[in-house]
Nanobody, 120 residues
Framework: QVQLVESGGGLVQAGGSLRLSCAASGRTFSSYALGWFRQAPGKEREFVAAISKITSSTYYADSVKGRIFISRDNAKNTVYLQMNSLKPEDTAVYYC?????????????WGQGTRVTVSS
């Protein structure tokens, strides 16, 4: 079972950039599909981005397309979320997940989350 630890969150002004990281334990990192989800106060957790295993195909929520990018470094057992042109609506706790496939990320393993606050 994979263990996930998110980092890189913080306070940033609108229009700024931030890069989140999620480090995984073990030697089987390349066999997992990976994703990022977020949860704002009073709202349900929502999908942000995902990246598949083998082919590293990427998928994004419509609200973040063109601004937020997911990538993975299998040698470092790390998945990243590069966030640009941040908006106050991006304020949330961000979580990474791992599963056998992109379609199963919502029921896979989760990290503890890292908080992102975007000021006006």
């Amino acid at each position: 079972q994979v263990q996930l630890v998110e980092s890189g969150g913080g306070l940033v002004q609108a229009g700024g950039s931030l890069r989140l990281s999620c480090a995984a334990s073990g030697r089987t990192f390349s066999s997992y599909a990976l994703g990022w989800f977020r949860q704002a106060p009073g709202k349900e957790r929502e999908f942000v981005a995902a990246i598949s295993k083998i082919t590293s195909s990427t998928y994004y929520a419509d609200s973040v397309k063109g601004r937020i990018f997911i990538s993975r470094d299998n040698a470092k057992n790390t998945v990243y979320l590069q966030m640009n042109s941040l908006k106050p609506e991006d304020t949330a706790v961000y979580y990474c997940s791992a599963a056998d496939s992109v379609g199963r990320l919502t029921i896979g393993s989760w990290g503890q989350g890292t908080r992102v606050t975007v000021s006006s």
